[in-house]
């Protein structure tokens, strides 16, 4: 039940930061349930959560998405998913939780520094092979998406929905690779069946904050908490 409770608590915080930002969901997810789960369970349990938030982003700011943009970025994420759910399969708990430490400290420089790449269809295919890769292996695929629409120039609300329509189709691909792997556990569809209303909950949070508060302020905030969350995962990989 406390390990239910953690959970709920930090889907509530990254689907938060999810609704305010469009992407960080898996970054602060990830790495904090890591610590009150294991890494393996932590990755499927945030695809499953992360599936109600990116769906609720999808449906409710649909208008505003670039479908087109996210059905050629979703090609490249398939052939990336086998590659990552192959990495998931064979490594140890401690060098995953490794990974993720990296790989969230690294997205977080990525997102710092607004990295900004061509918007063409071979980058995005390209960009959306590595967001697959990084889908079923590490949970953290967004960075790769959100330096790819930064160099697009979105603005705040079609960048928000467009990300999420290209996770929410991540998020169903990677449950079903874990799912024919065999890596889906009780604890894990518990944690995401609790994620079910608290997802809600962070989206009208989210929302309102998004629609109040100077985003640029936020976005630091946001890199903050990702930079704590990374030195926290890679601490707890050289201790484990």
Known sequence: MSTLLAAAVIILIASTVHAVTGFGYALVATPLLAIAVDPHTAVVSTTMSALAMTITIAVRQRHHAEWKVAMIA???????LPIGLWVYGV?????????????????????????????????????????GALSTSTGTNG????????????EPARFRATLSA????????????????????????WIG???????????FAGNAIFSRIDPERFRKVVLAAL??????????????
């Open 193 to 203: 069946l609790v994620g079910l209303p608290v997802v809600q909950l962070g989206w």
């Open 143 to 154: 960075p790769p998406m959100v330096a790819a629409f930064q160099g697009m120039g979105y």
């Open 227 to 240: 930079l704590v969350s990374a030195a926290v995962t890679l601490a707890s990989a050289l201790n484990g």
């Open 91 to 131: 490594t140890s708990e401690r060098v995953l939780t490794a990974l993720i430490g990296v790989g969230v400290l690294g997205c977080t420089v990525m997102v710092w520094r607004r990295v900004k790449v061509p918007g063409s269809v071979p980058v995005l295919v390209g960009v959306g092979l590595v967001s």
């Open 166 to 189: 290209v996770f929410a189709g991540t998020s169903v691909f990677s449950l079903i690779g874990f799912a024919v792997a065999g890596q889906v556990n009780t604890q894990s569809l």
């Open 74 to 80: 979703m090609a490249g994420i398939v052939l990336g």
